[in-house]
T-cell receptor, first 115, second 114 residues
Framework: AQTVTQSQPEMSVQEAETVTLSCTYD???????LFWYKQPPSRQMILVIR??????QNATENRFSVNFQKAAKSFSLKISDSQLGDAAMYFC????????????FGEGTQLTVNP | EAGVVQSPRYKIIEKKQPVAFWCNPI?????LYWYRQNLGQGPELLIR????????DSQLPKDRFSAERLKGVDSTLKIQPAELGDSAVYLC????????????FGSGTRLTVV
């Protein structure tokens, strides 16, 4: 079974600075998808960024980018120019064709942005 | 366009009582998911529907949980009887079949069993 691990329960960053959230996963599959979701106090899970395992190029969405290391099974999220609105719980998630689009989530990292 | 709508937003019940949660997915989305999120943890899939058919319910505790998706649109998740350990946030999500861009989640129902 696939597992996703986030080893940082909490992180903090100063406004306008850069922060990196870590995620590792375990799988025997070669084709899969990785996601970062943001969950603010409203509880709605919001997709931040996604990465397809067969793509070597790291995904980027505005201030958000990932460092995908397939051999190391690592998928970190970098947030540049952090804003107060970035404060939330961030979840790393895994999905694959064989899992039937089931998302397997990590435990989450609570990000605080200090003004 | 309305997102995934869930109700109620909060529910407090006594143990052994029944409870039901409702979800209306995004129009046209034929795949619907129910996830449970325990405090301080990531969500875990309970059941996945493709249209009216439950195609993955392996994690659904069938002794007390049931779900239905009549007409392949909105869905109801029921717990009867509720236990203290059922306290959690119940999230609904929807997507198109084969969608690779992740799903759209609702805001969830926070259940407290006392």
């Amino acid at each position: 079974a696939q597992t996703v691990t986030q080893s940082q329960p909490e992180m903090s960053v100063q406004e306008a600075e850069t922060v990196t959230l870590s995620c590792t996963y375990d799988t025997s599959e070669s084709d899969y998808y990785l996601f970062w979701y943001k969950q603010p106090p409203s509880r709605q899970m919001i997709l931040v960024i996604r990465q397809e395992a067969y793509k070597q190029q790291n995904a980027t969405e505005n201030r958000f980018s990932v460092n995908f290391q397939k051999a190391a099974k690592s998928f970190s999220l970098k947030i540049s120019d952090s804003q107060l609105g970035d404060a939330a719980m961030y979840f790393c998630a895994y999905s694959s064709e064989t899992s039937g689009s089931r998302l397997t989530f990590g435990e989450g990292t609570q990000l605080t942005v200090n003004p | 366009e309305a997102g995934v709508v869930q109700s109620p937003r909060y529910k407090i019940i006594e143990k052994k009582q029944p409870v039901a949660f409702w979800c209306n997915p995004i129009s046209g989305h034929n795949t619907l998911y129910w996830y449970r999120q325990n405090l301080g943890q990531g969500p875990e899939l309970l059941i996945r529907y493709e249209n009216e058919e439950a195609v993955d319910d392996s994690q659904l505790p069938k002794d007390r949980f049931s779900a239905e998706r009549l007409k392949g649109v909105d869905s109801t998740l029921k717990i009867q009887p509720a236990e203290l350990g059922d306290s959690a946030v119940y999230l609904c999500a929807s997507s198109l079949v084969g969608e690779k861009d992740g799903y759209t989640f609702g805001s969830g129902t926070r259940l407290t069993v006392v």
